[in-house]
């Protein structure tokens, strides 16, 4: 199983970015999947997520900028990401749980794109 995440970068406050998170050897249809993100000196936290179902769930402090979506046909997730403040520099992560899996943190995880927002 491998977990590629995509389009991150360096974006002016108040711009946006897509973050793409393609898989080989799993669904992510059939997995519960989303990102994490990780800053210097700070815990890794989720940011948003996605059931098999496609039921959404989002950091409070993104919700009302940040949707998350899967595209089952080509097996891809993504997030798009607007209104982009310093606070969301950081690493992204994607990962997929499977009914197997205790924890999101048990499950498969990308390498991380970077995002870092400055003007």
């Known amino acids: 199983v491998n977990l590629v995440e995509s389009g991150g970068g360096l974006v002016q406050p108040g711009g946006s970015l897509t973050l793409s998170c393609t898989a080989s050897?799993?669904?992510?249809?059939?997995?519960?999947t989303g990102w994490y993100r990780q800053a210097p000196g700070k815990e890794r936290e989720l940011v948003a997520a996605?059931?098999?179902?496609?039921?959404?769930t989002y950091k409070d402090s993104v919700r009302s900028r940040f949707t998350i979506s899967r595209n089952n046909g080509a097996n891809v997730l993504l997030l798009q990401m607007n209104s982009l403040q310093r606070e969301d520099t950081a690493v992204y992560y994607c990962?997929?749980?499977?009914?197997?899996?205790?924890?999101?943190?048990?499950?498969?995880w990308g390498r991380g794109t970077q995002v870092t927002v400055s003007s």
């Open positions: 996605i059931t098999r179902e496609g039921t959404t």
């Open positions: 990962f997929a749980r499977g009914p197997s899996h205790y924890t999101d943190f048990d499950g498969y």
């Open positions: 050897g799993i669904m992510f249809e059939f997995y519960r």
